[in-house]
């Protein structure tokens, strides 16, 4: 977990105290990142262990701010066992643009995720985020924040550290398109093979 959170420090994905990081614990709880560390320091004293409740399991360390969002997400999706919330800039640009990444542009992009969608504004680190979030989580791994920030998540902490990273590679690429003229959309011939390939390689469907 002190690696991802390295790796999102590394990356620029985050800065300062920004972002946060948790995993559900295989007996039950969570372990998640403390308040107020930057995650290019973290280390094992900085992180939470927390009952299956969200209660932090000694007194003493904070969990991050945004710990309703992650507990959310568990409960909603039991598939899911880690969290990773981050402020990646280019990501964060279209979030605070009010643009969703929810254009057929990418091919492994639309493999990975379907579409990414942009969740709308509410107060960071109130109960208003999970609510805002709520329409996206079931169908979803990468959500767009509205003016905040990006959250992924997946079956363990290298999946939604991954899917950061994807998500603010796209995001670069598309901006970067826009600088060249804009993206060429994909066809719907052209989608439409590209979910043929997806059931066939993959065994799923492109959810949009
Ligand atoms: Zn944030």
């Known amino acids: 977990m002190a ?3 390295h790796r ?5 994905l985050v800065t300062a105290t920004d972002g946060n990081v948790s995993a559900r614990l295989p007996g039950g709880g969570f372990v998640a990142t403390r308040s107020g560390v930057n995650k290019g320091m973290v280390t094992g004293k900085d992180l939470v262990r ?10 003493g360390k904070r969990p991050s701010t945004e710990l309703d969002m992650h507990l959310f997400i568990y409960r909603m999706r039991p ?8 402020h990646p800039p280019y990501a964060t640009a279209f979030a605070a643009a009010g643009v969703a990444l929810d254009q057929p542009v990418l091919p492994e992009i639309l493999v990975t995720f379907g ?3 942009l969740a709308p504004y509410a107060t960071p680190s109130t109960p208003d985020v999970a609510q805002s979030i709520a329409p996206f989580v079931g169908t979803h791994t990468a959500i767009l924040l509205a003016n905040h920030g990006v959250v992924t998540y997946g079956s ?6 991954f899917r950061m990273e994807k998500v603010e590679h796209a995001a670069t690429i598309i901006f970067r398109a826009g600088l060249l003229g804009g993206v060429r959309n994909l066809t719907g011939e052209e989608l439409n093979r590209l979910r043929d390939a997806s059931r066939r390689n993959y065994g ?3 959810s949009t």
């Open 8 to 12: 999102l420090y590394d990356r620029g």
């Open 79 to 86: 598939d899911v066992n880690a969290v990773v919330h981050a």
């Open 156 to 161: 363990d902490l290298i999946d939604a550290y």
């Open 204 to 206: 799923k469907d492109i």
């Open 50 to 59: 927390l009952t299956a409740e969200g209660e932090p399991e000694s007194k």
């Open 3 to 5: 690696d991802v959170c």
């Open 115 to 117: 579409t990414i969608p």
